[in-house]
């Protein structure tokens, strides 16, 4: 079956320009996780969707940071006013949320801004 | 101290040989454990998960856990170049929905 999907797979911005990344999570998957990495380093929990339950925003590093989820299913993550800082890998996962929690990784998008 | 750590590297081993790497949590309750792999430029894959103490196998992998200790462990048998990657240790939480804390990763190279 299809994998998690994010689009655009790259995307370069100017500095203090609004962007808008994707992310489908594979069909019946109730969780979905958004993460950045950056170059070289770990995954930075951002935010946590969970069906209709509230989203663990613990993670976002600014309130220029946003992300929702339409009806349990696909997930925008805007980053308003970007910051050359803000430039890194963001990834998606979603889970079916049993045991094993297995996460299965969309293939990122490339976020760069000048 | 992070909540899942993990040493950096690069680990470098010969083809052929055992590669050992480490992963220490913080959160005494943490319940299930996961290896990820990862790819230069590529997504985390899941290699393996364990939630009991002891050993768990799967093919060349052993994941090894010490709930006391607060410490999981991957060992690689037989290395090869193809197993150079990053390997990521995650970690589920003992909170309400049981969040998912991912280490930096440990960077194996397998030298032919």
């Known amino acids: 079956g299809a994998g998690v999907s994010q689009s655009p797979s790259n995307k370069v911005t100017e500095k203090g320009k609004d962007v808008e990344l994707r992310c489908d999570p594979i069909s019946g998957h109730t969780a979905l996780y958004w993460y950045r990495q950056s170059l070289g380093q770990g995954l930075e929990f951002l935010i946590y969707?969970?069906?209709?339950?509230?989203?663990?925003k613990s993670g976002l590093p600014s309130d220029r940071f946003s992300a929702e989820r339409t009806g349990g299913s696909v997930s925008t993550l805007t980053i308003q006013r970007t910051q050359q800082e803000d430039s890194a890998v963001y990834l998606c996962?979603?889970?079916?949320?049993?045991?094993?929690?297995?996460?299965?990784f969309g293939p990122g998008t490339r976020l760069t801004v000048l | 101290q992070k909540e899942v750590e993990q040493n950096s590297g690069p680990l470098s081993v010969p083809e052929g040989a055992i590669a050992s790497l480490n992963c220490t949590y913080s959160d005494r309750g943490s319940q299930s454990f996961f290896w990820y792999r990862q790819y230069s430029g590529k997504s985390p894959e899941l290699i393996m998960f364990?939630?009991?103490?002891g050993d768990k196998e799967d093919g060349r992998f052993t994941a090894q856990l010490n709930k006391a200790s607060q410490y999981v462990s991957l060992l690689i048998r037989d290395s090869q170049p193809s197993d150079s990657a990053t390997y990521l240790c995650a970690v589920s939480n003992s909170g309400g929905y049981q969040k998912v804390t991912f280490g930096t990763g440990t960077k194996l190279q397998v030298i032919p």
């Open positions: 364990i939630y009991s103490n």
């Open positions: 996962a979603s889970s079916l949320r049993r045991e094993p929690d297995t996460q299965y």
């Open positions: 969707f969970q069906g209709n339950s509230a989203p663990d």
